[in-house]
């Protein structure tokens, strides 16, 4: 008998931006010149990072609306292998991420069609990797390595105190953290029950602010503030 996996599935309310991520690969192709507008979802969830932490990642990013809202309703949502999470793994795709990059755009010169074809390159080709491993491990397991991901993560606010329009989520002190809903949904495999009575809140830099684990605490003791 298969053994029922802990992480479940946890579909809210919201627009399919995947939709902008299925346009961009398909014109892309045929209009390579196109790809420079990833330098969108390059440049924001690092710069938005630094006051919101990785809220991009969860509230506007194509692709991670991608695993969420599409791709989830599929997933085994096997655990996530935790060595993609460790800190010498993660370097190492960005690393080896920005040296590809650096590569083909040395080799693209000045011609915007051949600039433009490299970020379509990599976005297609990640994109193609975080599908595979929705479909062997969970949805989100690609952005629990993703090289912006990562840097958005560095780039997170770790103590108090926390900027202007922070947005995190606090767990009421009654919580008694035996139902662990919260952490069953979290598209990140994170612990949300650990911040409890926690004034900062939840301070995990991986969390994408989602609200998922607000939605399905069965208690209604947990609340996604902005500050």
């Known amino acids: 008998m298969t053994k029922k996996s802990f992480h479940r599935d946890m579909p809210i309310k919201g627009i399919n931006l995947y939709w902008i991520l299925i346009a961009y690969l398909a014109i892309?192709?045929?209009?390579?010149?196109?790809?420079?507008?990833?330098?969108?979802?390059?440049?924001?969830?690092?710069?938005?990072?630094?006051?919101?932490?990785?809220?991009?990642?969860?509230?506007a990013c194509p692709r991670g609306n991608l695993y969420d809202r599409l791709l989830a309703k599929y997933s085994p949502h096997?655990?996530?292998?935790?060595?993609?999470r460790t800190f010498g793994f993660r370097l190492f795709m960005v690393l080896f991420i920005f040296t590809v990059f650096g590569v083909q755009m040395y080799f693209a010169g000045s011609n915007l069609?051949?600039?433009?074809?490299v970020f379509w390159n990599i976005i297609?080709?990640?994109?193609v990797i975080g599908v595979i491993l929705s479909f062997i491990y969970a949805p989100r397991t690609w952005c629990s390595f993703c090289p912006m991901g990562t840097l958005s993560s560095w780039a997170s606010p770790k103590n108090i105190p926390l900027p202007q329009r922070f947005t995190n989520i606090?767990?009421?002190?009654?919580?008694?953290?035996?139902?662990?809903s919260c952490a069953r949904v979290c598209p990140m495999q994170l612990t949300p029950y650990d911040c409890r009575s926690e004034v900062s809140g939840y301070l995990h830099t991986d969390c994408i602010k989602c609200g998922k684990c607000v939605v399905a605490c069965p208690l209604k003791i947990m609340e996604l503030k902005h500050k």
């Not at 096997?78 to 993609?84: L, M």
């Not at 297609?124 to 994109?127: A, D, I, L, R």
């Open 28 to 59: 892309g192709y045929f209009y390579p010149v196109i790809g420079i507008i990833a330098l969108i979802c390059m440049i924001a969830p690092v710069a938005f990072a630094v006051k919101r932490g990785r809220w991009w990642c969860g509230n």
């Open 78 to 84: 096997r655990p996530i292998p935790g060595f993609v």
């Open 113 to 117: 069609n051949a600039i433009g074809r």
């Open 124 to 127: 297609f080709v990640t994109t």
């Open 170 to 180: 606090h767990v009421d002190d009654t919580c008694q953290m035996k139902c662990k």
